[in-house]
């Protein structure tokens, strides 16, 4: 049976195919208040500024296309049963042929019922609604009569879907990390529930907040990391053939 590998993703994956970082110099948070656009509260307050920031990035999202890494990344279900667990809310990695992706923080080309999909309703994604590259304004409704907005988690809601990935990454006989600061919480705290045989690979360019000694830092950019990735790492793990033990 082949090995699982798990990919944790951040926006240092996407950054290549032109698709801003939130947290780098000149990220989107340099340029936008992420509690007045991405939260909770500021959909509260001003839903129709949220729905804007979203509009805008749908339009940036069309013109990008998957880039080395995604690809890289989506070429590993050659060999493995790859999933990707992805903090990132594009589609680049589908579109790259990734079969086995999830969403932690949502997708940006998906809206629902503002009721929807909460505590209340055990996060059910029955109502979710591919738009994808459309726009969305106050005054568009779901069926039922309710104000549509997107299908992200914003700051101060729950990650319904993280426990699914703490058992991704607990099955996992290998953990990749591509692109992400480890910096955002309850995602850089996956990596614990690696099996403690299990080896974790971090593509990032930069220091990473997380300091583990099982860890080995490939301190590249995203595609290059993941031809480095393949060459060095990836034979030290051949994969089990049939009848072998």
Request: proline share 6%.
């Amino acid at each position: 049976m082949p090995q699982r590998i798990a990919i944790l993703t951040g926006a240092g994956v996407s950054a290549e195919s032109g698709l801003g970082t939130y947290r780098d110099n000149g990220g989107l948070w340099d340029q936008y208040d992420p509690m007045e656009v991405a939260s909770a509260e500021g959909w509260r307050r001003n839903p129709g500024l949220v729905l804007e920031f979203y509009n805008q990035q749908r339009e940036k999202l069309k013109d990008c296309v998957p880039n080395g890494a995604h690809k890289a990344i989506a070429a590993l279900e050659k060999d493995f049963i790859a999933d990707v667990i992805t903090q990132n809310v594009d589609d680049l990695h589908e579109r790259a042929g990734s079969s086995r992706v999830l969403h932690l923080h949502g997708e940006v080309t998906k809206v629902r019922p503002q009721d929807s999909c909460t505590w209340e309703d055990d996060y059910s994604e029955k109502q979710v609604m591919d738009i994808g590259y459309g726009k969305v304004s106050l005054g568009d409704l779901s069926p039922k009569g309710v104000q549509l907005r997107p299908h992200i988690v914003f700051f101060g809601e729950q990650v319904p879907k993280i426990e699914e990935a703490a058992r991704i990454v607990a099955q996992a006989d290998i953990l990749l990390i591509v692109g992400t600061s480890m910096q955002v919480y309850p995602a850089a705290s996956l990596y614990t529930f690696a099996r403690p045989d299990c080896p974790v690979y971090l593509i990032d360019p930069a220091d990473v907040a997380v300091r583990d000694r099982r860890i080995v830092h490939i301190r590249e950019k995203a595609t290059d990391g993941m031809l480095s990735f393949r060459k060095n790492y990836l034979p030290l793990h051949p994969q089990k053939k049939k009848g072998v033990i």
